[in-house]
Structure formats: C-alpha cells, structure tokens
C-alpha cells in the first residue's frame, strides 16, 4: 500500500477550522476592496496623500501571508499521517526462527574452517546484533527438528548450535520445505511479525514450489537465506579426515547451484544473502530483518504524527510579521 493511500488526520475535527480562516481572509479582503473605492472616488492629490507608504499594490499581501500560515497550523494540528511507528514492545519482540541445514555437504571446506562452522559464526554474530529479540534454532536434514525455542538468551543457543553435526541428524537430505510447517508450529500466532532465515548452502528443486506456496499464504513470516558456500564447491571431509563420497562412489559435489538459488528466491520471495569473510553479510542479514518487521502488521503500532511538515513553513511565515509593512492589522 503507498503511502498516498495511507494518508489520514489523526485529530479531523481540526479541519473545521478551514472555512473559518478562509471566511475571515475574505472578510478582510473584502473590507480593504471597500476601503480602496473610498479612496479612489477623491481626488488624485488627496488619495495619494492619505495611501502615503502604500502606492506599490502586492500581490502577495499580509493578510495573504496570515492565511496561508493558519491555514499550515490548522493543517499541522489535524495531525497529519502516513506511516506507523511499531511499539518497542514489538521490534524486542518479533521473533527470529533460525533454520540451519546440517548435512554432508555442509561439511565442505571452500569457507574455512568449514561451511557448518561459518554458520555457526554467523548465527552468533546476528544473534548478539538483536539485543533483546527473541530467536528459535531449527537444524534439518532429510527432515527438521527443534533444537531451541525462541529465547533472548544468546548464551543458551550457542551449545546446542556448536553440539549440531550431520552424523545426529536421522535423516540424511537437505530439504528446506521441511522447515515450513514446523516453523509455523513454533511460531504459531506471532507468524506474521516473524521471520524464518534458512542458513544453508543451498535449495532442492522442490524447495521453489514449497516456498511460493508458503508465501502465498495469509499471514505467513518472511524468508531470508544466508547461503553459505560457493559456487566452485569445496572438499567435504569426516571427523576422521576422510572424504565424503556420493552413491556413485564419486566425490561429493558441493557446488552452489547460483540459478537454483534465484528461481527459490523468486518463487517465495526470499531474501538471500551470500556469506562472506566479514561482517557485512551479518549487516545486510540485519536490515532484512529490520525491514520485514516494519512492513509487518503490528496491532499496537502508533500513527506518526507528521504535522511537524507543515509546522515549519507556518514558522517562517509568521517571521514576516516582524518585517515593516508586513505588519497585519484586522
């Protein structure tokens, strides 16, 4: 919705006032008419004589300038408005569900030490960003399961982030979709001010649709991914040193799939986000979130009053009547 169609007045009844500066400016105007016949029905000497100081004709008067600044106040104290300002109970509040992919691939060393560990890295760092937010841990696999839920406290998370391994997981796979309902479970009626951020180094095929369908339903928390990985791949090793190999028998391919990435992004409206060495992907990560809780619907949001806009001009108006000649008499 933009924000011509978000505009209202939060105190209406101050309009009333309108027609009253107007019936006055017209008052006055009419009276200085009547005034100036008088004078031009003398003779030419005697008008010039009693008008002395006010030959020149304006067009822009004083009583032009006393409407036009009431006109800005009454304006201003109607309280004009076009945008929210969320509750601090609510940007402390909204919560975070962190979804991070725990597999084989994972495991690959192109981001050193690791891709898993880059993770880890990164959540804390986006967790000590939001002070006081609440965020929820979820690792998945073949299939998703809760590890936290929401809490402010960072220091409790990053345990059981650091104890997460592929071998743990039940279910070998990295399916994102997965993540879906349960998100929505854990979140329940707080969806919509949410927002759930896949940490991984990739999507399925399947995922794209997944995705647009969670989307497309009412009330659903926003996604965001930070991709963890490149599109070269790396080597994935066990604990032991050894190298993971596909079914075939071959090596495991880790490469990022860069087209699959835009077609989940576009199919769910997916913010994403490629890690980097330092710390602006965790910024980046941060305005997304910040911008996902402003466009969220927050009941208690409060209506900024915007009349300040219009108080300035009225100021500076109203610094004419100090000038000689601008003087206004009613």
């Known amino acids: 919705m933009s924000e011509l169609e978000l505009f209202h007045f939060l105190r209406p009844w101050w309009l009333l006032a309108v027609p009253l500066v107007v019936l ?44 036009l600044a009431l006109l800005l106040m009454v304006i201003a104290a109607a ?9 601090p109970w609510f940007a402390e509040t909204a919560p975070l569900v962190v979804a991070i992919e725990v597999s084989d691939s994972m495991r690959a060393n192109d981001l050193l030490p690791t891709r898993l560990d880059r993770a880890r890295f990164k959540i804390l760092d986006l967790i000590a960003k939001r002070t006081g937010a609440r965020t929820a841990l979820i690792a998945y696999a073949g299939s998703a399961h809760v590890v936290m839920p929401a809490t402010k406290d960072a220091a409790v998370i990053k345990p059981f982030l650091e104890g997460l391994d592929p071998l743990i997981m039940p279910e070998p796979g990295a399916s994102a979709r997965v ?10 009626a ?28 009412p009330g659903a928390p926003a996604l965001a991914a930070l991709v963890v990985g490149t ?36 199919a769910g409206d997916v913010s994403i986000v ?42 500076l108006l109203v610094l004419f009547w100090f000038r000689r000649g601008w003087t206004m008499q009613w």
């Open 79 to 87: 309280g004009p408005t076009w945008s929210k300002q969320p509750s």
């Open 274 to 315: 490629r890690a980097g060495t330092g710390d602006g992907d965790v910024r980046a990560l941060n305005r997304i979130l910040t911008s996902n809780l402003r466009q969220a619907d927050d009941p208690n949001a409060r209506w900024r009053d915007e009349g300040w806009w219009f108080l300035l001009p009225a100021a």
């Open 231 to 266: 599109e070269a791949g790396g080597l994935a090793l066990l604990p032991d040193g050894t190298p993971l190999r596909s079914a075939s028998g071959g090596r495991l391919d880790t490469a990022v799939d860069e087209a699959l990435l835009r077609r989940v992004a576009s």
């Open 179 to 188: 993540v879906l309902p349960l998100s929505e479970t854990l979140l329940g």
């Open 24 to 67: 006055s400016g017209w008052l006055v105007h009419k009276r200085e008419g009547a005034a100036a016949g008088l004078i031009s029905a003398l003779p030419e000497h005697l008008g010039k004589a009693l008008t002395m100081g006010n030959a020149e004709r304006r067009r822009f008067r004083p009583v032009d300038n006393v409407l």
């Open 190 to 217: 707080e969806s919509s001010i949410a927002t759930v951020l896949f940490v991984t180094d990739g999507f399925d095929a399947a995922d794209a649709q997944a995705f647009a369908d969670f989307a497309a339903q």
